[in-house]
């Protein structure tokens, strides 16, 4: 590929910005100095950039624990989303596997692997999400029979059977893990509204194989393992 295509995509700068650092010589392939951008480069090359090597990567795949008040999104000329926490990043072209609401916590798969996420995120597939809930008011046994079954949110929308676990239940406060098998616009919260309970905390423990790293902290990332990468393949799997 070019040499400015292959800086460029792994984020040192925009293409004209590289374009503008290899005339003026600050980068060097195989030991020399380069001044065309339109050189051709592989992988094998060695590459630097102002001297620092520039490793070219094709997949990324990150496990960030998404905090509240950021976007799900891959930018957002106001807001900052999950994808600028990301600062070790080296692909330009990252997004997250699915959203979650601004004020949601929890799991969020951050890559740049569409036919992976394509297919975590098909209903066909039935990948299992596993969320932390806490809600006003008591969850009852009946709620979670009519969770089990498939639950009538409204007009437009029925869920999926669900799996709907009480952690404690009480008159004013509940708490429950709930694990869906699709992922519609505000879905949990309306899936409880169905039942007069409002959510005041969500949290995504898991999606497929993967479950949250809790001692990333809020806004922390790291790189899936290389076991981690395997589990969501064949959670993919049809």
Not at 65 to 84: E, H, M, N, Q
Not at 190 to 205: C, H, N, P, W
Request: with cysteine.
């Amino acid at each position: 590929m070019r040499l400015d295509k292959f800086l460029s995509d792994m984020g040192v700068g925009t293409r004209s910005e590289v374009k503008d650092a290899i005339r003026r010589g600050n980068v060097c392939v195989n030991g020399s100095s380069v001044r065309k951008p339109e050189i051709q480069v592989s992988e094998s090359d060695l590459v630097l950039w102002e001297g620092k090597p520039i490793v070219y990567t094709t997949m990324e795949y990150y496990m960030l624990y998404k905090p509240s008040g950021i976007l799900s999104a891959s930018r957002d000329k106001k807001a900052a989303t999950v994808v600028d926490l990301i600062v070790d990043k080296k692909r330009k072209d990252l997004f997250p596997v699915g959203r979650l609401d601004k004020d949601t916590e929890g799991l969020l798969l951050i890559t740049n692997d569409g036919p992976l996420a394509h297919r975590l995120l098909s209903p066909k597939h039935h990948v299992p999400k596993v969320y932390f809930v806490r809600v006003d008011g008591r969850i009852t046994e009946e709620i979670k029979e009519r969770f089990f079954h498939g639950l009538v949110v409204d007009k437009e929308f029925t869920a999926l059977p669900a799996k709907l676990q009480i952690v404690r239940s009480g008159e004013e406060e509940s708490e429950a893990e709930l694990t869906i098998y699709e992922g519609k616009f505000h879905q949990i919260k309306r899936m409880f509204a169905a039942e007069g309970l409002t959510v005041t905390y969500l949290k995504r423990l898991s999606m497929g194989s993967l479950r949250l790293d809790e001692s990333l902290g809020k806004g922390g990332f790291r790189a899936l393992t290389k076991e981690e990468l395997m589990g969501l393949y064949r959670d993919a799997e049809v």
